[in-house]
């Protein structure tokens, strides 16, 4: 069986500057949170989970938005916070899993930061996310299901913006920091 890299610099060279935000694109469930969170603190700098910055502006759950305005009107609220988010320098930016969906949202990342797309397959993220009552678009069925069919929907997507392309899969977070600050031009001396 061959050996699959488990990180990728997909654009070599054509990373941006060391105060570039770092944006962070996946699937629920990949781990965009938990690794933004400990990537930030290992290079200094802020990290803002974009659903939870909804969250605090609007004074409730992604569920509820879900529940009252539907998809559309949380993506409308995702676009416009994406927007102040990503003209921060030196931020580390934790996306919701459809962030990529609007291409308008597709041109804010690659044009403004270093887009790491981190991923899992989807008897892992299944695994993950299973249990959890707070993914709106996993009230279905068949959430396994769901899930295989939003990554054939957004893996296109998210490869159509990453600079750099991270397996999550089996690997502690630690490990996958250390990865990533290999590859990151925010981890470079200064």
Known sequence: MESVPTATAIAPGSA??????????????????TIGRQLAA??????????HAIE??????????FDIEGEAGFRRRETA????????????????GGAVLAE??????????CVV???ASVDE???RVARDRNRPLL??????QRIADLLAQREPLYDSVAAIRQDTADQPVAQVVRSLLSLLPASSPH
């Open 125 to 127: 993220l299944y695994r």
């Open 139 to 144: 009230r279905t069925d068949n959430p396994r």
């Open 56 to 65: 605090a502006r609007c004074g409730v759950r992604v569920a509820t938005i």
């Open 104 to 113: 308008e949202n597709r041109r804010m990342l690659r044009e403004r930061g």
């Open 117 to 119: 797309y981190l991923c």
């Open 42 to 51: 290992a290079l200094g700098r802020e990290f803002i989970d974009l659903d």
């Open 16 to 33: 941006p500057d060391a105060a570039a935000p770092i944006f962070l694109v996946g699937m629920m469930g990949v781990g965009k949170t």
């Open 81 to 96: 916070l994406l927007d102040e988010y990503t003209r921060v320098p030196g931020l580390v930016l934790a996306t919701g």
